[in-house]
């Protein structure tokens, strides 16, 4: 008994409609990325120009915002707010600093510089990258789905109907609050940073302690200062806005806002990693100085 097996040959016409349809579906996806990167786009530039109207008609949410990113919810004994998580980041990545840079400067006999690239690294670099992980890791994902909640359950519209602007409302207001509350956090994680990177180097490697603080102290300046407030600053309010769009914009019940919680997380390091490279060569410059080297 034999087999008959119908192999048909795709002709010009069949080929060309599949590449057609391979062609408008990757067109169709870059539409859509394009239309939603504008979107966020123009999400950030109302909430951005919403800051006057949130200060004067929505006080007592930023308040509230506030005591909200700062200690959490109900969360101070249990040490669940940023200030607990910052204080132990800061205090983990201070110390492994402390022990990578004693390490390396072992190598060349120059430990007594330990005090220099402890104040240089711990205030250019690690104290606003761990504050700014910090409120990603914890306040942002809350942000992300408090207003992707509200999102799902048609509040947002709710609010739009009753004249609230809803931009200002949810978002502004946040960001104000982050960016306010970021300077407590970001002091306390500082100062952690300090100490643990001392307690490894002098303590726990025996170097000089009048050594180290000399140096230490001629590398810190108050412009230093300022300048990595500024960037704790700026990390809080990009952080904000990118975990209040992705909130903003979800869709697909709780599964959706889960996952916009995630893309929101991955997106905001990503800034943060962007942003920190951007705003050290535009605040200390290509070729940085070190005060009180002459360097």
């Given at each position: 008994?034999?087999?008959?097996?119908?192999?048909?040959?795709?002709?010009?016409?069949?080929?060309?409609?599949?590449?057609?349809?391979?062609?408008?579906?990757?067109?169709?996806?870059?539409?859509?990325?394009?239309?939603?990167?504008?979107?966020?786009?123009?999400?950030?530039?109302?909430?951005?120009?919403?800051?006057?109207?949130?200060?004067?008609?929505?006080?007592?949410?930023?308040?509230?915002?506030?005591?909200?990113?700062?200690?959490?919810?109900?969360?101070?004994?249990?040490?669940g707010g940023t200030i607990g998580i910052v204080l132990a980041m800061s205090l983990a990545a201070a110390a492994m600093l402390g022990v990578e840079t004693y390490r390396g400067l072992q190598l060349v006999g120059m430990t007594s510089l330990?005090?220099?690239?402890?104040?240089?690294?711990?205030?250019?670099?690690?104290?606003?990258?761990?504050?700014?992980?910090?409120?990603?890791?914890?306040?942002?994902?809350?942000?992300?789905?408090?207003?992707?909640?509200?999102?799902?359950?048609?509040?947002?519209?709710?609010?739009?109907?009753?004249?609230?602007?809803?931009?200002?409302?949810?978002?502004?207001?946040?960001?104000?609050?982050?960016?306010?509350?970021?300077?407590?956090?970001?002091?306390?994680?500082?100062?952690?940073?300090?100490?643990?990177?001392?307690?490894?180097?002098?303590?726990?490697?025996?170097?000089?302690?009048?050594?180290?603080?000399?140096?230490?102290?001629?590398?810190?300046?108050?412009?230093?200062?300022?300048?990595?407030?500024?960037?704790?600053?700026?990390?809080?309010?990009?952080?904000?806005?990118?975990?209040?769009?992705?909130?903003?914009?979800?869709?697909?019940?709780?599964?959706?806002?889960?996952?916009?919680?995630?893309?929101?997380?991955?997106?905001?390091?990503?800034?943060?990693?962007?942003?920190?490279?951007?705003?050290?060569?535009?605040?200390?410059?290509?070729?940085?100085?070190?005060?009180?080297?002459?360097?």
């Amino acid at each position: 008994m034999t087999r008959h097996f119908d192999v048909s040959i795709p002709t010009r016409t069949d080929i060309g409609l599949r590449v057609r349809h391979r062609v408008g579906r990757r067109l169709g996806g870059l539409a859509d990325g394009t239309v939603r990167f504008g979107e966020y786009v123009t999400f950030v530039g109302r909430a951005v120009i919403g800051v006057p109207f949130a200060l004067m008609h929505y006080r007592k949410h930023v308040v509230r915002q506030i005591a909200e990113v700062t200690f959490g919810t109900k969360s101070l004994l249990s040490g669940g707010g940023t200030i607990g998580i910052v204080l132990a980041m800061s205090l983990a990545a201070a110390a492994m600093l402390g022990v990578e840079t004693y390490r390396g400067l072992q190598l060349v006999g120059m430990t007594s510089l330990s005090g220099m690239l402890a104040a240089i690294a711990n205030t250019r670099e690690l104290a606003p990258v761990v504050v700014a992980i910090a409120l990603a890791a914890k306040v942002g994902t809350g942000f992300t789905a408090q207003i992707g909640a509200m999102r799902i359950s048609d509040e947002i519209a709710a609010l739009d109907s009753m004249a609230i602007r809803s931009v200002p409302f949810l978002a502004t207001t946040r960001m104000i609050a982050a960016m306010v509350c970021v300077l407590p956090i970001y002091m306390v994680g500082l100062l952690a940073s300090y100490i643990s990177t001392r307690m490894v180097v002098v303590w726990f490697h025996g170097e000089s302690s009048g050594t180290y603080d000399y140096f230490f102290h001629l590398a810190l300046s108050p412009t230093d200062l300022a300048f990595s407030a500024l960037k704790a600053i700026a990390f809080a309010a990009i952080v904000t806005l990118v975990h209040c769009s992705y909130g903003y914009f979800a869709s697909g019940g709780p599964e959706g806002v889960g996952q916009a919680a995630g893309r929101a997380l991955r997106t905001s390091i990503l800034a943060i990693g962007i942003f920190d490279v951007i705003l050290t060569f535009g605040l200390w410059g290509l070729v940085p100085e070190i005060p009180g080297m002459g360097m």
